[in-house]
């Protein structure tokens, strides 16, 4: 009986032993894991750049219909007070007309920002109805050379033959 006792507690033990290594274990793992964020919580680190685009030719219709396509090309500059400053690259944009009323007109656009350092890729569908200015959000879909890595959203604004990108890139 002693014998029986004896392996009782020393399996006891063993368990004990065996649940706290295995609770030391998952409390360390727990501590190293990254803690989640909120969707909302600002990024640590985002770049934002200011563009201006100074439209140079655009090949829209006059009259638009549904699958009309057209391209604009623009001169590209950096924003200074809401004005073009430095010249930096260039703007391309190829659109499509998606849906078209008396009142205005939704564009599908892919649109390729150049600069020295790289190029930014974005696309979006923005509607064209109402009052100046028109606007939305577009997709950084890619880039190239400094802007490879390229992930993140441009507030577009169109205002005449401006356009302004404040692009936000997150890293």
């Known amino acids: 009986m002693p014998r029986t006792r004896s392996r009782r507690l020393t399996a006891c033990v063993l368990t004990a032993a065996s649940a706290m290594l295995a609770t030391t274990a998952l409390t360390f793992t727990a501590e190293a894991a990254p803690k989640p964020t909120p969707k909302d919580a600002p990024k640590d680190s985002v770049k934002v750049l200011d563009w201006l685009a100074v439209k140079q030719s655009d090949g829209k219709p006059e009259r638009l219909r549904v699958g009309a396509d057209w391209t604009v090309h623009s001169h590209l500059y950096t924003n200074k007070k809401g004005k073009p400053g430095k010249k930096i690259g ?72 401006i356009a302004r990108y404040v692009i936000k890139l997150d890293d």
């Open 90 to 161: 260039d703007a391309s944009a190829h659109c499509s007309a998606v849906d078209v009323t008396r009142h205005g007109y939704v564009a599908l656009c892919h649109r390729v920002l150049r600069t020295d350092d790289g190029s930014i890729s974005l696309s979006d569908s923005i509607d064209r109805f109402g009052r100046l200015p028109h606007g939305g959000r577009s997709a950084i879909t890619g880039g190239t050379g400094k802007y490879a890595d390229a992930e993140g959203e441009a507030e577009l604004t169109l205002h005449g033959d």
